[in-house]
C-alpha cells in the first residue's frame, strides 16, 4: 500500500517532525546545518513588516519558533544539511523537493501516526531519517 500525500501535506507532516524529533539528531553524532543568509532571510520574511505613510519600515515579530524558519529556509529555495560529526556517513543535504517526494516513504505505522495525530518523538524520527537519509539508518 502506498499513500499520497499532497506537498501541503508532506510540508505539515515534516514540520511536526522536526518540532518532535529534531533532538534525536544530536544523539546519532549529526547536527543540522544552514545558511546563516538564508536562516536570516527566512526570519526577516516570517516577520510582519508594516510601511508607515512617512516610509518607515517597522518590523514586528510574529513570534516564529526555530522549525518555521528552517521550513521558511527550505520553502524560500534553501536547503538543510546534517553533517555527520562522528565521521561514519556522508552528509546529508535536502530541499523542498525532498520533502515532498520523500514523506510518503515513512513505513507505513508511522506515517499514518502522523496522518492520524497519535505520533510521538519515535515516529518523528523515523521521518526525519526518511527524508534526510532515505532510510532508517539510526535506532
Known amino acids: 500500500m502506498k499513500i499520497e500525500l499532497t506537498n501541503q501535506e508532506s510540508e505539515t507532516y515534516f514540520h511536526n517532525a522536526l518540532c518532535n524529533g529534531l533532538h534525536y539528531i544530536s544523539d546519532y553524532g549529526l547536527e543540522l546545518t544552514y545558511s546563516k543568509t538564508d ?23 510574529t513570534g516564529v519558533c526555530y522549525e518555521d524558519v528552517l521550513m521558511e529556509i527550505l520553502k524560500g529555495g534553501g536547503k538543510l544539511k546534517l553533517v555527520d560529526n562522528e565521521g561514519g556517513e556522508d552528509d546529508a543535504v535536502i530541499t523542498l523537493q525532498d520533502v515532498h517526494e520523500r514523506v510518503n516513504k515513512t513505513q507505513m505505522n508511522h506515517l499514518m501516526n502522523m496522518i492520524n495525530e497519535e505520533d510521538d518523538a519515535i515516529t518523528a524520527d523515523v521521518i526525519l531519517q526518511t527524508v534526510f537519509l532515505n532510510d532508517i539508518v539510526y535506532g
Do not use: D, M
Not at 39 to 61: D, M, Q, S
Open 39 to 61: 536562516y536570516t532571510a527566512a526570519k526577516e520574511r516570517l516577520n510582519l513588516t508594516v510601511v508607515r505613510p512617512e516610509g518607515e519600515f517597522i518590523y514586528i515579530t
